[in-house]
Each structure stands twice: as structure tokens, then as C-alpha cells.
């Protein structure tokens, strides 16, 4: 079975700190795609990553960097200098290589940053 | 481009009562997914659709079931609701390819009296 799991709850930082956001997952297929997804208060859930199976190169867009590891089936998420506007509930996620449409989700971890 | 669009954005409905909730995909998009959340379970899979024929399908009850017309748009319908079904339903869309991100509407927010 597929499991994704992201330990933090809630985390609390002030703005220009650094945070990371954890994610480890379980499944049996070789093949996979790990994704993560920011929801703002309105709702609406955002893409902002999609990662396969056989890319470990980790990604830096802006602020936001992924850190993927299948040593330790870990999808790290870290926002360096966070903002007000990054608060959110960020979910991680996980679909197998012929589900199309599913996506496992983490249960989420919200984030609050402080002025 | 226009995102995906999901009416009404609340919805309040009695126990025993049936409801119908409608999603706009993306232009071009042809499969649709439907996701319940709530505090407790969290983001559950409902179901896909891709061109009018339903491609996956979650661990739900049959009173929850959905179709998708020609132009791609869809609806889920629940049936006899219950208390526990209320929720923010949230719909996706993708063009359909494995594994292509999924583009989420603002969802409709569901209370069950």
C-alpha cells in the first residue's frame, strides 16, 4: 500500500527564517511520482512540484528547494527566507505509475509565518 | 486561461437529502478527478473521469458517484447524505497523461444538518 507521511502538524516561524518541511512516503512500485501542493485559505490547492522516481536531482525554483532522497524515501520541502504570503497547509503526495488521477496526500503540515 | 471552476462554493443540505456539485475542468483538460477533505481523514480520492468513461475509482460508498458530459465538464452526486459527508469537495483536472499534475478548483464547501 501507498502511505505518505508528514510528521509536522504545524510549524511556526517568523518572517526571513528558513523552514523545511518534511515528507517521507512507502509504496512497492519502482516507478512513482511525488508531488507537493500549497493550499492557501482560500481553498484552492496549488501544483508546485512533480517529481518521478528516477530523478534525485534536487530542484530549486526561487525560494522554494525540493530535496528528493529514495535512500530514505524522503521529499523534503524548504522555503528559505519565508514570507507572510507562504502561510499555508502544504501537502506532499504520491501516485503509483499507472493511477492516474489518484493522488495519495499526506495529511498536511501548516505553516504560519510571523511578521 | 481560465482555472477549474467548482458551483456553488457552499452548499447546506439536510441529513437524508441528495446533492449535485458541478466542475468546470481547464480548457483542453479531459480528465477529471473528485477529492473529499475533511479535518479528520484529510484529502481522500473520490473518483476520475476521463472522456465520459470513469478511469479510477476511490474507497467510497455507492452513494457517492459522479459522470462527465462530451465538453469534459463533470458532476458528482451524493445520495442520501449523512452527517458525516459534509466536507470540502475539491475537483482536479489534467489532460489526462500519466502522472500529469493535477489542477485543483477552489472546491464547494458542503455542511449536512
Known amino acids: 500500500a501507498q502511505k505518505v507521511t508528514q510528521a509536522q502538524t504545524e510549524i511556526s516561524v517568523v518572517e526571513k527564517e528558513d523552514v523545511t518541511l518534511d515528507c517521507v512516503y512507502e509504496t512497492r512500485d519502482t516507478t512513482y511520482y511525488l508531488f507537493w501542493y500549497k493550499q492557501p485559505p482560500s481553498g484552492e490547492l496549488v501544483f508546485l512540484i512533480r517529481?518521478?522516481?528516477?530523478?534525485?536531482q534536487n530542484e530549486i525554483s526561487g525560494r522554494y528547494s525540493w530535496n528528493f532522497q529514495k535512500s530514505t524515501s524522503s521529499f523534503n520541502f524548504t522555503i528559505t527566507a519565508s514570507q507572510v504570503v507562504d502561510s499555508a497547509v502544504y501537502f506532499c503526495a504520491l501516485t503509483g505509475s499507472s493511477n492516474t488521477g489518484k493522488l495519495i496526500f499526506g495529511q498536511g503540515t501548516t505553516l504560519q509565518v510571523k511578521p | 486561461k481560465a482555472g477549474v471552476t467548482q458551483t456553488p462554493r457552499y452548499l447546506i443540505k439536510t441529513r437524508g437529502q441528495q446533492v449535485t456539485l458541478s466542475c468546470s475542468p481547464i480548457s483542453g483538460h479531459r480528465s477529471v478527478s473528485w477529492y473529499q477533505q475533511t479535518p479528520g481523514q484529510g484529502l481522500q480520492f473520490l473518483f476520475e473521469y476521463f472522456s465520459e468513461t470513469q478511469r479510477n475509482k476511490g474507497n467510497f460508498p455507492g452513494r457517492f458517484s459522479g459522470r462527465q458530459f462530451s465538453n469534459s465538464r463533470s458532476e458528482m452526486n451524493v445520495s442520501t447524505l449523512e452527517l458525516g459527508d459534509s466536507a470540502l469537495y475539491l475537483c482536479?483536472?489534467?489532460?489526462?497523461?500519466?502522472?500529469?499534475?493535477?489542477?485543483f478548483g477552489n472546491g464547494t464547501r458542503l455542511t449536512v444538518t
Open positions: 517529481r518521478n522516481s528516477f530523478d534525485e
Open positions: 482536479a483536472s489534467s489532460s489526462g497523461q500519466l502522472n500529469s499534475p493535477l489542477h
